[in-house]
């Protein structure tokens, strides 16, 4: 079964960054637009990122200038680099290939857990 495994979140003080990765199976990366969700407090998991096979990006209005999505196709790996954080960025961020980003191709893997507080 094709799966995808995010990881590299972590508990960070207000002002700092995380590089997030997520990594799956190579036929998934050539086929499809990647992106990133997150799930707080409110259980509702929300739009965070996006980047087509071309490099098109596309966020969320709350992280523009902020975070930056990116994908290396030769490694089948898509990033997500997060700078300024915020407390409100706090929640289990998670990866997948999207047809659009409210139509995922895969099941939700674990997420990975970021925290933002002094």
């Known amino acids: 079964q094709l799966q995808l495994a995010e990881s590299g979140g972590g508990l960070v003080q207000p002002g700092g960054s995380l590089i997030l990765s997520c990594s799956g199976s190579?036929?998934?990366?050539?086929?499809?637009?990647m992106a990133w969700y997150r799930q707080g407090l409110e259980n509702v998991r929300e739009f965070v990122a996006s980047?087509?096979?071309?490099?098109?990006?596309n966020y969320v209005n709350s992280v523009k200038g902020r975070f930056t999505i990116s994908r290396d196709n030769a490694k089948n790996t898509v990033y997500l680099q997060m700078n300024s954080l915020k407390p409100e960025d706090t929640a289990v961020y998670y990866c997948n290939a999207v047809y659009t980003i409210r139509a995922p191709v895969l099941p939700w893997g674990q997420g990975t857990q970021v925290t933002v507080s002094s």
């Open positions: 980047i087509t096979r071309g490099g098109d990006t």
């Open positions: 190579g036929s998934i990366f050539r086929l499809y637009t």
